[in-house]
C-alpha cells in the first residue's frame, strides 16, 4: 500500500545512517592508532569511512564531536561489561572478575581510553563522560568494600574515599601498562588485585 512506503523509507534511512556512523567511529579508532588525535584530520576520517567531508559534517560537527562519540560509545561499553562487578555477592570473585574485565576492556580499547584521558582535561564533554564514567566505577568498587565489611562514608579511612583512590589508581596504572604489553597489563591487575583486596582486609 501506498501509506507503508515512507516507514520503509525511513527505517531504510536510519539502518543507512547507523552503518555510516559506526563507519566513521571505527575509522576514527583506527586512525589514532595509526595517525594520532592531533594529525588525524576530517578528510582522513570521511576518506577512511568511504563518505564526503560534506556527508561527515551530516554527522558529526568536527574532528573533536568525533572522538567524542567514539568515547562515548567505548564507555557505554565499558560500563555493559562491568557493571555485574557491584552485583556479584563475594568480594573476592567480584575483585578478581573486576579485574580481569578490566584487562580486557584495555587489551580492546586501550587507545581510545588514553585518549580520553589525554583530552579530558581540555575538552569539557570528553572529560564530563570520563568522570561520569569513574562515578559508575567508583560506586560498583564502594559495594564490593561495603560487603567486605568496610564502612560505608566519605571519611579517609571508609568505603566511599577509599574506592575513590582505587578507581583513580586502577586508571593511571593501567593506563601507563596498556602502552607497553598485555603482559604489563597482567602484572597491573595482580598488584591493583592486591591492592583492593588488602584495602578491603582480605588479602591473604
Known amino acids: ?14 539502518r543507512k545512517g547507523d552503518v555510516r556512523e559506526r563507519a566513521i567511529l571505527d575509522t ?3 586512525l589514532l592508532a595509526r595517525k594520532g588525535y592531533d594529525a588525524m584530520t576530517v578528510g582522513d576520517i570521511a576518506q577512511g569511512a568511504g563518505i564526503t567531508r560534506g ?10 564531536e568525533v572522538v567524542t562519540a567514539l568515547v562515548a560509545r567505548t564507555v557505554a561499553h565499558l560500563w555493559e561489561r562491568s557493571r555485574a562487578t557491584a552485583e556479584a555477592d563475594e568480594p573476592r570473585r567480584a575483585i578478581a572478575a573486576a579485574m580481569g574485565r578490566t584487562v580486557e576492556l584495555w587489551n580492546e580499547h586501550g587507545l581510545v581510553m588514553r585518549t580520553a584521558i589525554d583530552l579530558s582535561l581540555t575538552v569539557p564533554e570528553i572529560g564530563e563522560l570520563w568522570n561520569h564514567t569513574a562515578d559508575l566505577f567508583i560506586a560498583a568498587i564502594t559495594a564490593v568494600l561495603e560487603r567486605a565489611g568496610i564502612q560505608a562514608g566519605t571519611a579517609p579511612d571508609q568505603a566511599s574515599a577509599m574506592a575513590r583512590a582505587l578507581c583513580w589508581m586502577i586508571e593511571r596504572t593501567f593506563y601507563h601498562a596498556s602502552q607497553e604489553s598485555g603482559e604489563k597489563l597482567q602484572d597491573a591487575s595482580a598488584t591493583c588485585a592486591h591492592i583492593w583486596l588488602t584495602s578491603a582486609g582480605l588479602a591473604p
Open 55 to 64: 556527508a561527515l559534517y551530516f554527522y558529526y560537527g568536527s574532528k573533536q
Open 1 to 14: 500500500m501506498p501509506g507503508h512506503q515512507p516507514a520503509r523509507s525511513r527505517r531504510a534511512t536510519e
Open 28 to 30: 576514527c579508532e583506527s
